[in-house]
């Protein structure tokens, strides 16, 4: 959706990046790496040498980022830091983590596991909901709706 707008109209381009708080930053590099195929943006990489800095990973070569910082993990267990990251993919990627759901072993908000059953249809995107291990909020959504749609429907 790319609307108009006038010459001296403020807007941000896009979300830069989310911070969130983990134990133990590699180690959630790696999750996310396995789960949702996010990589260390090397170009930045060399901000976690500093204890307090941040480990930075992305899926679109750092364009949209998270930003790993060591820590505890923010908030009460209903309510870690933020409400939840959602992530965008195509129809195609989205089936194919539901393909993986038995391996990745998620659960949702609940503590319950996440399994094919547990995609929501918004009417015109899917999403599926899920915690990182250490409390994060997360969602996977496709807006194409359609091709996902008839993918789903032969499972």
Same mark, same amino acid.
Do not use: C
């Given at each position: !959706?790319?609307?108009? #707008?006038?010459? $001296?109209?403020?807007?941000v $381009?896009?979300?830069?990046?989310? @911070?969130l708080?983990?134990?133990?930053? #590699?180690e959630a ?9 996010l990589?260390?943006?090397r ?6 040498? $500093?204890?307090?800095? =941040? /480990? !930075?990973i992305?899926?679109?070569?750092g ?10 993990p ?22 194919k983590?539901?393909n993986?759901?038995?391996? /990745?072993?998620?659960a949702?908000?609940?503590g319950? =596991?996440?399994t094919v ?9 899917y999403?599926?909901?899920? #915690?990182?291990?250490f409390?994060?909020?997360? @969602?996977?959504?496709t ?12 499972r």
């Amino acid at each position: !959706m790319n609307e108009s #707008r006038t010459s $001296d109209e403020f807007r941000v $381009d896009q979300i830069d990046h989310v @911070e969130l708080f983990v134990p133990e930053r #590699r180690e959630a590099a790696e999750w996310y790496r396995h789960v949702l195929g996010l990589r260390i943006v090397r170009e930045y990489e060399h901000w976690a040498d $500093d204890s307090g800095g =941040p /480990l !930075m990973i992305s899926s679109d070569s750092g364009s949209t980022k998270l930003a790993l910082f060591e820590g505890t993990p923010q908030g009460s267990k209903e309510m870690v830091g933020f409400h939840l990251v959602a992530f965008r993919v195509g129809a195609v990627d989205f089936v194919k983590f539901l393909n993986r759901l038995t391996e /990745l072993d998620l659960a949702d908000h609940r503590g319950q =596991p996440v399994t094919v059953n547990s995609v929501v249809d918004h009417t015109a995107a899917y999403s599926i909901y899920f #915690r990182d291990p250490f409390g994060h909020q997360l @969602e996977l959504t496709t807006y194409e709706y359609e091709q996902a749609k008839k993918t789903l429907a032969q499972r």
